[in-house]
């Protein structure tokens, strides 16, 4: 641990949640010329009478963002590897406005990347009433606890238009740090979680190619960058459809990223309020969300937009590791594996 916290708060080192939530730079508040420029973009993109997914930067002008989303890219890629951009008056616009917003601000952050084979590039994550735990079920569209893990893409953005009645935090911890506490304690874990675990494919669960092939990395690291790509459920998932549960140091590997990802000090709990983006980098950063109860009226319910984005500089990785840049259109997901 002393490693870590010398390290400070870099998030190509790890961080520590027990630090993190001692200092809160990494919360960047709206200034009111940062909203007026937004709201003058939103216009200037409303006129031109394009999708939210025709939308360019042109579209959507925002010279003083600009500058600032320098800074946010540098934090994502070589600071803490999370930014919270808080105080967007969501109350003050429709959810369609929101989302546009959102999305624009993407646009000076990276490439936005599709969510899904229908080719969407805003999503949403609210309760569908939808069991948890089923092979073809997104935990975002259900209330339920979402273990650790990472997305299928590089920068994960999250913008809250409504809080949910209670629960629902967002939770934080660096792969990083998690790494580097196996790598110090139980390094016959590394070679597992380096070789990889098969992956279950959502959109071909029902078929003889629901699995991937060859495995897919947890961990690896080029000229000292470790990255992660970590999605516990479809490795289960596969795991069940292949007959062949995880057993001996896979499973052990498995399960000691699980428990330091949810454990202090290592984990960060913030409850993200209306109005708040989060970006993170899927690299180096696993995510969580607790288990929330929402609000009987419908317009009231929990509410995230989610935008999936990939770095416009390339992020360093080792061949073979994937380079998680969202779904094909029509297709499934792109395990973009490093050549």
């Known amino acids: 641990m002393a490693d870590q916290r010398r390290a400070g708060d870099a998030g190509r080192f790890g961080w520590l ?3 993190m939530i001692q200092d809160e730079r990494w919360i960047h508040r ?3 010329e940062e909203l007026d420029e937004l709201d003058r973009a939103l216009g200037v993109f409303n006129a031109t009478g394009k999708s939210v997914e025709e939308m360019t930067r042109e579209d959507f002008p925002l010279p003083l963002f600009a500058s600032k989303a320098v800074g946010h890219v540098a934090e994502l890629r070589d600071g803490r590897g999370f930014v919270v951009l808080r105080g967007l008056p969501v109350a003050g616009y429709s959810d369609a ?5 959102f999305y624009g601000l993407g646009l000076y952050l990276g490439r936005p990347l599709y969510q899904n084979p229908q080719g969407d590039l805003l999503g949403h994550v609210y309760d569908r009433g939808r069991k948890f ?18 997305d299928s893409c590089e920068i994960v953005g999250l913008l809250c238009l409504r809080a ?11 792969s990083v740090a998690v790494f580097r506490e196996i790598a110090d304690k139980h390094p016959e874990y590394l070679e597992p979680l380096r070789r990889g675990y098969p992956y279950i494919l959502r ?6 190619s629901a699995i991937t092939t060859p495995p897919v990395p947890v961990y690896d690291s080029i000229d000292g960058v470790v990255s992660c790509r970590f999605i516990p459920t479809q490795i289960e998932a596969a795991a069940q459809v292949a007959g062949r549960p995880l057993a001996g140091l896979e499973r052990a590997a498995f399960d000691e990223v699980l428990k330091l990802s949810a454990s202090a000090p290592f984990r960060l709990d913030m409850q993200l309020q209306q109005g708040d983006i989060q970006l993170v980098n899927n690299y180096t950063v696993l995510h969580s969300r607790t288990e929330y109860e929402d609000w009987p009226e419908a317009e009231r319910r929990r509410h995230m937009v989610r ?3 990939a770095f416009d500089d390339a992020w360093p990785l080792q061949q073979g590791f994937a380079r998680p840049l969202g779904y094909r259109k029509g297709a499934g997901v792109d395990l973009g594996i490093a050549a």
């Open 307 to 309: 935008l999936w984005l």
């Open 133 to 150: 735990g089923a092979k073809d079920v997104r935990g975002s569209l259900t209330n339920a606890y979402l273990p650790f893990h990472t």
């Open 203 to 208: 959109e071909a669960a029902a078929t003889n």
């Open 164 to 174: 949910a009645k209670s629960g629902g935090a967002s939770s934080l911890c660096s």
């Open 17 to 19: 949640g027990s630090d």
């Open 30 to 32: 709206f200034s009111q």
């Open 97 to 101: 406005d929101s989302g546009a917003i």
